[in-house]
């Protein structure tokens, strides 16, 4: 599914979503709400999309938060 101009992404903790987070295209305003340390950081240095971060406890496994 194409995401629209704007548009709100879901991202999972691991390394296939790592690897998309790297890919989203380029200003598009996009925001992306994910679990994942690892999704944050590969995002954090984009103006273009802004990044929530869910808490919760450290999965070390996973690199991300729940619970």
């Known amino acids: 599914a ?3 101009d704007g548009g709100v992404v879901v991202l999972d903790a691991g ?3 790592e690897r998309l987070a790297a890919r989203l295209p380029v200003d598009r305003g996009y925001t992306v709400v994910t679990n994942s340390v690892s999704v944050a950081s590969v995002l954090a240095p984009r103006t273009d999309v802004v990044v929530h971060l869910i ?3 450290l ?3 996973a690199g991300g938060a729940g619970g």
Do not use: K
């Open 2 to 4: 194409e995401v629209p």
């Open 15 to 17: 390394a296939v979503t």
């Open 55 to 57: 808490g919760g406890r």
């Open 59 to 61: 999965d070390r496994r």
